[in-house]
């Protein structure tokens, strides 16, 4: 099969059109055919080759939302014609002891939608169809691309460190995954304080359900919570005071990173050992997570706030997001 796409030849290059065509199908693969994809800021790291690990040309797009065209021969859960979703992903060992517990991103053998395969920015994509979600029919196909990367990396790396209801949640930096964060924090029962460096997004923040926002000057925490807060998920690459945000959180609270860049960090470890504070990280979600993030997003109506491109002004799309003016998401749509 051919596939159209856009793809970077060399590292930060801009995308311009790329064919190539797609081998035999795997006995557990699936191909779909996509609606629309998802720019998350990982797509930008990898185009940029940010953390090493791009192969060139790269095809990027790991928040795709296809009909599925073809199936191998051993896949009996997904037929042609299904919606299915698909995020950063694309296969793991299904074996490993983390595998076995609901932990497939976790698993040493995973593999990226864009590392070593082509994504979303395309005609077709093809992942092992354990990693393609049938969508649910309350979650249309430009909001649910969204969900399968932003929304399942914030989602989870709240869950992880504990959030139920009734909590104080910190969100810092409200872009794709932290406008993403503030709506499931709030859907869930919480009380939501938002931290951004963009005095332009308080009012709106207000009107996603944030109880509080506090501007920011880049990572300087200029002004504490109105209240110690239980746990905070940081969704920004920039360096942050990191002292500033643990001193927000109250005893036995969590600081949850997702959105993580190449730095090495210094934690203040007697702020810790005093309240007996956490400190965490969080990759995406593993499977059975993702399907608890899609009901909960239709149940509570949790979608992201999207900008529509077509796909052939990617290039556009993506200085959009270098520039931090996407408001929140932007989706390419074929
Ligand atoms: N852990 C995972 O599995 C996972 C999954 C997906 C993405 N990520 C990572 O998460 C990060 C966010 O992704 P995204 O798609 O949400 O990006 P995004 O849409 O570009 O949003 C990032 C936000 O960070 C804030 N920000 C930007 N520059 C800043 C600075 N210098 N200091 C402080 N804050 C700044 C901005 O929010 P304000 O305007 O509100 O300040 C911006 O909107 C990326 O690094 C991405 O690679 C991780
Ligand atoms: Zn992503
Ligand atoms: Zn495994």
Same mark, same amino acid.
């Given at each position: 099969?051919?596939?159209?796409? /856009?793809?970077?030849?060399?590292?930060?290059?801009? +995308?311009?059109?790329?064919?190539?065509? +797609?081998?035999?199908?795997?006995?557990?693969?699936?191909?779909?055919?996509?609606?629309?994809?998802?720019?998350?800021? %990982?797509?930008?790291?990898?185009?940029?080759?940010? #953390?090493?690990?791009?192969?060139?040309?790269?095809?990027? $797009?790991?928040?795709?939302?296809?009909?599925?065209?073809?199936?191998?021969?051993? !896949?009996?859960?997904?037929?042609?014609?299904?919606?299915?979703?698909?995020? #950063?992903?694309?296969?793991?060992?299904?074996?490993?002891?983390?595998?076995?517990?609901?932990?497939?991103?976790?698993?040493?053998?995973?593999? $990226?939608?864009?590392?070593?395969?082509?994504?979303?920015?395309?005609?077709?994509?093809?992942?092992? %169809?354990?990693?393609?979600?049938?969508?649910?029919?309350?979650?249309?196909?430009?909001?649910?691309?969204?969900? @399968?990367?932003?929304?399942?990396?914030?989602?989870?790396?709240?869950?992880?460190?504990?959030?139920?209801?009734?909590?104080?949640?910190?969100?810092?930096?409200?872009?794709?995954?932290?406008? @993403?964060? !503030?709506? /499931?924090?709030?859907? @869930?029962? =919480?009380?939501?304080?938002?931290? *951004? *460096?963009?005095?332009?997004?308080?009012?709106?923040?207000?009107?996603?359900?944030?109880?509080?926002?506090?501007?920011?000057?880049?990572?300087?925490?200029?002004?504490?919570?109105?209240?110690?807060?239980?746990?905070?998920?940081?969704?920004?690459?920039?360096?942050?005071?990191?002292?500033?945000?643990?001193?927000?959180? $109250?005893?036995?609270?969590? +600081?949850?990173?997702?959105?993580?860049?190449?730095?090495?960090?210094?934690?203040?470890?007697? %702020?810790?050992? $005093?309240?007996?504070?956490?400190?965490?990280? %969080?990759?995406?979600?593993?499977?059975?997570?993702?399907?608890?993030?899609?009901?909960?997003?239709?149940?509570? =109506?949790?979608?992201?706030?999207?900008?529509?491109?077509?796909?052939?002004?990617? =290039?556009?799309?993506?200085?959009?997001?270098?520039?931090?003016?996407?408001?929140?998401?932007?989706?390419?749509?074929?």
């Amino acid at each position: 099969m051919k596939v159209s796409a /856009f793809a970077s030849q060399t590292a930060k290059a801009p +995308l311009t059109p790329f064919n190539y065509n +797609l081998d035999a199908i795997g006995v557990n693969e699936v191909t779909l055919q996509v609606i629309a994809c998802g720019i998350c800021h %990982s797509d930008v790291h990898m185009m940029d080759n940010d #953390w090493g690990i791009a192969q060139f040309p790269i095809v990027p $797009g790991h928040e795709v939302v296809g009909e599925v065209v073809e199936v191998g021969s051993a !896949v009996s859960h997904l037929k042609k014609g299904m919606r299915v979703g698909v995020g #950063w992903q694309r296969s793991a060992c299904l074996s490993c002891p983390e595998c076995l517990s609901g932990k497939e991103n976790l698993c040493d053998a995973n593999e $990226g939608v864009i590392v070593g395969h082509h994504g979303g920015f395309a005609s077709h994509v093809r992942v092992d %169809s354990r990693f393609a979600f049938p969508l649910p029919e309350g979650i249309d196909s430009l909001h649910a691309g969204p969900l @399968m990367c932003g929304g399942i990396t914030v989602f989870s790396g709240l869950r992880q460190a504990g959030m139920t209801s009734g909590q104080r949640i910190g969100v810092i930096g409200v872009g794709g995954l932290g406008h @993403m964060a !503030v709506r /499931f924090a709030k859907a @869930m029962g =919480n009380s939501v304080t938002a931290f *951004t *460096t963009s005095a332009s997004k308080v009012e709106e923040l207000g009107r996603m359900g944030a109880d509080e926002v506090i501007v920011t000057e880049g990572g300087r925490l200029v002004k504490k919570p109105s209240k110690p807060l239980d746990i905070i998920i940081s969704t920004v690459t920039a360096p942050l005071e990191l002292g500033a945000y643990l001193e927000a959180l $109250g005893a036995d609270g969590t +600081l949850s990173m997702v959105g993580v860049g190449s730095e090495t960090v210094t934690l203040p470890l007697m %702020s810790l050992l $005093g309240k007996r504070r956490r400190f965490m990280s %969080s990759p995406i979600g593993g499977r059975g997570e993702i399907t608890q993030m899609l009901n909960i997003a239709e149940t509570f =109506n949790v979608k992201p706030t999207i900008e529509v491109f077509p796909m052939a002004q990617a =290039n556009e799309a993506i200085d959009r997001v270098r520039k931090n003016t996407v408001r929140y998401r932007a989706v390419l749509k074929v």
